[in-house]
């Protein structure tokens, strides 16, 4: 059994900081809950010199310490020897890209990318792809996308992203983006935007990317692709295919600073939304996989939320290890996130 000390990464959002040692308690309890199958006791917060660490014990392969490394808040992970020594462990990361394909956007309301990979990292946790995460492409939809945080987070982890939003300037901002990124990295890559019909109707425009991590990796077809749909949520159904996503992550409109748009008016409540898209949600999801949703616990109750995850037929994760994300954001904000699982 070893004794482990994870350093938990600064972050430039001094409240977020704040809570994210206890966030990555919580995210490590899920962990052990799920593909560590009880191999890790549950953590702790502690101080040593003056600095803060989070504490745990476990019977922890190499794979169970890649997991480990790939906690979201992950700076440097510690063995504590019989000596009361810190032996540095290595930090066996998913990323494969620099990491300003997520901090170069900077707009108002950017979701924390700790937190966006916080949520993916739950919600992959709690689905039946959680095993292969190491090793495999997984299929990320987020169905509200924004300007594309949580798609450039499964695009840094290599795994294929798609998007979907009703904002045309967000959808042109991230189209700009994401081509201009891989041509300054000299990455080999194809883009092209065309407009989205179905059934004889317009329902907006898509952005299609493929790219490779290296020139070996294109010549092989190794690649990675990127779909970005502009259209309303409610009719992601219609763009892709069922039964194709392993997850589905997103950051729920908070209805206070903004909201979700609704016709040509804006929406304001948050689970009148959820409770209209989740149904088509569900049906992109493969058998096995998980929804996880960023929500206002002010606008949107966890419980609420909850329960229009069963009524979309999903299984909600409601177990003592998923109920220690709550945390402030700002006066109108107080986030939390629930998961719920398609049955197999």
């Known amino acids: 059994m070893g004794a482990f000390l994870l350093l938990v990464s600064p972050s430039a959002n001094r409240v977020y900081a704040g809570a994210a040692p206890a966030l990555t308690v919580a995210e490590l309890a899920v962990l052990g809950e799920t593909v560590l199958a009880g191999r890790i006791d549950e953590a702790s917060t502690t101080r040593i010199a003056g600095v803060d660490y989070v504490a745990f014990e476990g019977d922890l392969s190499e794979d169970d310490l890649a997991h480990v490394a790939n906690v979201s808040t992950a700076f440097a992970l510690f063995e504590q020897t019989a000596e009361q020594t810190l032996r540095p462990v290595a930090l066996r990361r998913l990323d494969r890209f620099d990491d300003d394909l997520l901090t170069i956007l900077k707009y108002q309301g950017k979701t924390n990318e700790l937190f966006t990979r916080l949520l993916l990292h739950v919600t992959v946790l709690s689905s039946r792809s959680a095993t292969r995460m190491l090793s495999d492409r997984l299929r990320v939809l987020d169905p509200m996308a924004g300007r594309g945080t949580t798609l450039n987070q499964a695009l840094m982890y290599g795994w294929h992203a798609a998007g979907v939003d009703v904002d045309a300037k967000d959808f042109d901002a991230y189209a700009a983006f994401l081509p201009r990124w891989l041509k300054d990295k000299r990455l080999k890559h194809t883009a092209q ?144 996130l629930v998961v719920g699982s398609k049955r197999v």
């Open 193 to 336: 935007t065309a407009k989205l019909r179905r059934d004889g109707r317009s329902l907006g425009r898509r952005l299609d990317v493929t790219f490779a991590a290296g020139k070996q990796e294109w010549s092989d077809g190794d690649t990675i692709t990127l779909s970005n749909v502009l259209a309303d949520t409610r009719e992601a159904a219609e763009v892709f295919r069922a039964g194709s996503f392993d997850v589905v992550v997103t950051d729920a409109p908070y209805g206070v600073q903004h909201g979700s748009q609704a016709g040509a008016g804006l929406q304001r409540r948050p689970l009148d939304l959820l409770a209209e898209a989740l149904p088509g949600w569900v049906r992109l999801l493969r058998p096995g996989g998980a929804v996880g949703i960023a929500v206002n616990v002010r606008t949107c109750p966890r419980a609420d939320a909850l329960a229009l995850l069963e009524q979309a037929g999903l299984e909600p994760r409601d177990s003592p290890a998923y109920r220690g994300f709550e945390h402030r954001v700002d006066q109108a904000i107080v986030r939390d």
